[in-house]
């Protein structure tokens, strides 16, 4: 049971090739602009018709394309949260979240229906009266009464300000752990994927390239794609050397890994705080030349020049870390071989 989807579809310039499977989880789709992730969730609804491929749902076939099976979007048993919303701007709050039951007719009391969604006394008004949390919490009741098998969300925090973004993440957290079934959500937010989501996607140029565990994506991303969506500041290309270790041109060092090297391994990656000051000269550490000090309100970002190096490296670390060294001609900074991450500039096939 759950939900297991192989699709391809064309569009002029682009094509999506999309495949995985997942039973009650929350998978995360990552991946930048335009790499094919709200298509996805578009094919799954039934809001977008595949060229190919085979869409189960619990067992049930929503879409193949060999067989001519394609069902409607009422039948597919999905809530789908569009990324602004979607409502209907000539229906009240009440009315809105009617259209998603199955019946169309309201059941039990109104106001408790509303009180659950946070939206009491707001049942009369117009989406154009509502905040944007409102609207927000007025889109999930809709989507949620409709008793789905899957939910989809697309970018669900986008509209809304930090403040009402961390509070809307709270609430709708405590409703996937509550859905006793699987859920897809879009995000270009690394860190909200990381809170919501036991599995991760990784989308590049319209393939799902790697679908892991969030914590296996963020300790070993293994593509460059992968590194730079999970937030890895420092991505250079590297070369395998007979003795192991990861020749890195671009900082003039080799690298000490802690993990086997995979073949077809080309770049290395570096995650901005896993630097920690070093005294001396030894393996895995750079000496650099400070270049620049950015300032913020908890810690600081230092942009640092390896010795011999063309290619800038990127620290963070806090401010009384900093203020220890920054004053010295030359600093040198130690990874841990652990720290180290062998990347591949796309997956093998």
Known sequence: MGLSV????????????????IEKERLGLLGGSGSGKSMTLKCIAGVMRPDE???VLNGRVLFDSETGVDLPPQKRKVGYLFQHYAL?????????IQCGMRTGKPKGNPEELLAKFYLSGLGDRYPRQLSGGQQQRTALARMLVSEPDLILMDEPFSALDTCLREEMEHMVSGLL??????????SHNRDEIYRLCSQIAIYQDGSSERIASREDIFSNPGTVAAAVLTGCRNVLPARMMEDGTLWVEGWGIRFRT???????????????????????????????HMEKIMDG?????????????????????????LESIKDRKIVHLFISPDAVMPLRSRNRI
């Open 258 to 288: 802690g993990c086997e090297i995979q073949e077809g391994t080309d770049f290395v990656g570096v995650r901005a705080h896993y630097f920690h000051i070093a005294e001396q000269m030894g393996e895995n550490v750079i000496p650099c």
């Open 53 to 55: 491929g085979r869409i």
């Open 177 to 186: 752990q509550r859905f006793d079934g699987p859920a897809l959500i879009v």
């Open 297 to 321: 309100p908890f810690e600081q970002i230092a942009y640092l020049r390896p010795v011999g190096g063309s290619e800038r490296l990127c620290w963070k670390a806090e401010k009384s870390a």
């Open 88 to 96: 209907f701007p000539n229906m009240t709050v009440l009315q809105n």
């Open 6 to 21: 192989k699709i391809r579809k064309s569009l002029p310039g682009f094509t999506l090739q999309a495949g995985f499977s």
